[in-house]
């Protein structure tokens, strides 16, 4: 997987593969590989937005703003 892939490419690929493997007509092998590269976009999305994050946060304290923390939703 590409670390080369833009935000939004990434999460349009994440999208259309949740919206395949929802239809549920695959065979077994090819939705676990599938999975598996939603778990990779997902990562990258993640990665991403947490960059970007620390960047804003950078930004702002070196304007002497006051830093913020975006507060992530916990996860199951």
Do not use: N
């Amino acid at each position: 997987m590409s670390e080369k892939l833009t935000f939004e490419q990434a999460l349009e690929e994440l999208e259309a593969i949740i919206v395949r493997l929802e239809e549920g007509d695959i065979p077994l092998e090819e939705a676990l590989e599938m999975y598996q590269k939603g778990m990779a976009l997902s990562k990258i999305c993640h990665d991403k937005l947490k960059f970007a994050e620390e960047k804003l946060t950078k930004v702002l304290t070196e304007e002497g703003e006051k830093e913020f923390h975006i507060h992530e939703e916990e996860q199951d």
